[in-house]
T-cell receptor
Framework: DTTVKQNPRYKLARVGKPVNLICSQTMNHDTMYWYQKKPNQAPKLLLFYYDKILNREADTFEKFQSSRPNNSFCSLYIGSAGLEYSAMYLC?????????????FGEGSKLTVL | GDSVTQKEGLVTLTEGLPVMLNCTYQTIYSNAFLFWYVHYLNESPRLLLKSSTDNKRTEHQGFHATLHKSSSSFHLQKSSAQLSDSALYYCALSDRPNTGYQNFYFGKGTSLTVIP
């Protein structure tokens, strides 16, 4: 099974409210990524876990949190949603073989902030 | 830093005509991998092609691409477009060998629409 699952697929949130997006994979991949995708823009890497180590991009460091309680599960947490957070959020995993592995994506979680 | 450029945002083609989607990249790593991902509506993006070998053609599902390191290009081609090829296509680059994990850099994507 090479699927990555994301929940929820669609999320409506009010400005200022928290949002929690969930991702799971059963491929025993050691790296899990979260990307933000807005129309006409490249998918933007927000953060990734390599095993238990969280790496966050400098420009989104304070906006997004994440946890990975086990190898299969990774969450993306927004403490206080703003209108600019409206986007598709793509979770992906990779077996982590240097430079040879591909990304396996989930179907995405579409977040709309009102 | 590393980057990927896809010049065309939208491409509309008539069925049966050849497809060529452009991808150029910048990286300091000589052994970076280049990828094409395809994203059909309401599905997960999935890998279409990948390569790290200079001047070697790689093919899958009727599509092909050749990595040219001299021009930093990895254009996606198909000889004859089909209606089912309509999708969003991303070119991506991965680098940072020997660290155990990879960074992936994506282009903005090219939305291909094939019409009858």
């Amino acid at each position: 099974d090479t699927t990555v699952k994301q929940n929820p697929r669609y999320k409506l949130a009010r400005v200022g409210k928290p949002v929690n997006l969930i991702c799971s994979q059963t491929m025993n991949h050691d790296t899990m990524y979260w990307y933000q995708k807005k129309p006409n823009q490249a998918p933007k890497l927000l953060l990734f876990y390599y095993d238990k180590i969280l790496n966050r991009e400098a420009d989104t460091f304070e906006k997004f949190q994440s946890s990975r309680p086990n190898n299969s599960f990774c969450s993306l947490y927004i403490g206080s949603a703003g209108l600019e957070y409206s986007a598709m959020y793509l979770c992906a995993s990779s077996p982590g073989q240097a430079n040879t592995g591909q990304l396996y994506f989930g179907e995405g979680s579409k977040l709309t902030v009102l | 830093g590393d980057s990927v450029t896809q010049k065309e945002g939208l491409v509309t083609l008539t069925e049966g005509l050849p497809v060529m989607l452009n991808c150029t990249y910048q990286t300091i790593y000589s052994n970076a991998f280049l990828f094409w991902y395809v994203h059909y509506l309401n599905e997960s993006p999935r890998l279409l092609l990948k390569s790290s070998t200079d001047n070697k053609r790689t093919e899958h599902q009727g599509f092909h691409a050749t990595l040219h390191k001299s021009s930093s290009s990895f254009h996606l081609q198909k000889s004859s477009a089909q209606l089912s090829d309509s999708a969003l296509y991303y070119c991506a680059l991965s680098d940072r060998p020997n660290t155990g994990y990879q960074n992936f850099y994506f282009g903005k994507g090219t939305s291909l629409t094939v019409i009858p």
